[in-house]
């Protein structure tokens, strides 16, 4: 009986707990018991890969082949303002290569005031927080456990540079603080300055993962970037791409049917897709209204889209993803 009960309470932890409905009120802990049940299946899911590897140490080493913020922003002479967004599963799609992908990121090229720098594709491999790793440190890890250290090769990532060069550094992302333990690593990085779930103007959450909206999010981006009146950066982690690509998350229409053919078995990448082309409408807007001005923004996608459902598995190429640097006049 006790079996039966304890196999239960997995299948019930792993697949049919539902966030929604918790008092997520602070940052740091919930309340009363679902809110401390939720806390207890983050901290279990996140904090550590498995169990059993709980203790093995991330070793972190130089990622070979460089990541797209450093090639993209001269180190040695940086613009004044800069903001970086590690764009959640932004990938690649194959099927009409030339077709779908520069669309996804129209919105932010066509602006009469944004000038189009670069764009193209860079290697990227597992995790959002080994795509942290690379594109602001050029560094890689044996194991996500981050928080054991040590911390010294972090020395070179390019939120301590900045700050050594008198840059304001702030960080926005819209889940928790204790998700990876980054309120842990993330001052080593530089990154002590950091914006969580709830520490944000609209805090309504999102369907495809915990936490904030990145299309309220990024009124706090913006506005910090505008209060900024010396050299700044800005780094922003996105959110609502996140896996399964929630279909309550995407706004009025979708921008592409996920009922023509080129979807047909691939329902999860067409959602992906037009939560991607949100995204980059919803920045595209701020910056009409008058956001980010005199910055140089570079988007990179933090790894392949996971497909986990679909009939096929190959939408998105799995070892690149795209980026994009624009510069806001």
Excluded at 192 to 217: E, L
Aim: proline letters at 6%; charged letters at 20%.
């Amino acid at each position: 009986m006790i079996w039966s009960l304890g196999i239960l309470y997995l299948i019930f932890a792993v697949f049919f707990f539902d966030y929604r409905g918790v008092n997520l009120s602070n940052r740091y802990q919930t309340t009363g018991w679902w809110g401390s049940y939720y806390e207890t299946i983050q901290n279990l899911k996140f904090n550590h890969e498995f169990f059993w590897r709980g203790t093995v140490k991330p070793e972190f080493y130089d990622w070979p082949h460089g990541g797209v913020l450093q090639k993209q922003i001269d180190m040695q002479n940086p613009p004044k303002k800069i903001l970086f967004i590690l764009n959640e599963s932004w990938g690649t799609f194959i099927p009409e290569h030339g077709a779908v992908n520069p669309s996804v990121d129209a919105p932010l090229i066509n602006i009469p005031n944004v000038q189009l720098i670069a764009q193209g594709e860079n290697p990227a491999l597992h995790s959002t927080i080994m795509g942290e790793l690379r594109e602001l440190c050029d560094l890689k890890a044996k194991s996500s456990n981050f928080i054991l250290g040590p911390f010294d090769k972090f020395k070179q990532c390019v939120p301590i540079h900045l700050q050594k060069e008198g840059y304001l550094v702030q960080a926005f992302h819209g889940s928790y603080s204790k998700m990876y333990d980054r309120k842990d690593w993330y001052p080593h990085m530089g990154l002590q300055n950091a914006r969580f779930f709830p520490q944000f103007s609209n805090i309504k959450q999102c369907h495809s993962f915990p936490g904030a909206c990145d299309y309220n999010i990024v009124h706090d981006v913006s506005a910090a970037n505008k209060a900024a009146q010396g050299k700044s950066f800005i780094y922003w982690l996105t959110l609502d791409t996140h896996h399964p690509y929630s279909e309550k998350d995407i706004l009025g229409n979708y921008t592409y049917d996920c009922k023509q053919p080129i979807f047909d078995g691939r329902q999860e990448a067409c959602r992906n897709l037009n939560l991607q082309h949100q995204f980059f409408t919803v920045l595209a807007n701020e910056i009409k209204a008058g956001g980010f001005k005199d910055t140089d923004i570079v988007i990179v996608g933090d790894h392949s889209p996971p497909i986990i459902l679909d009939k096929y598995k190959d939408s998105f190429k799995e070892d690149s993803v795209p980026f994009i640097h624009v510069r806001v006049h």
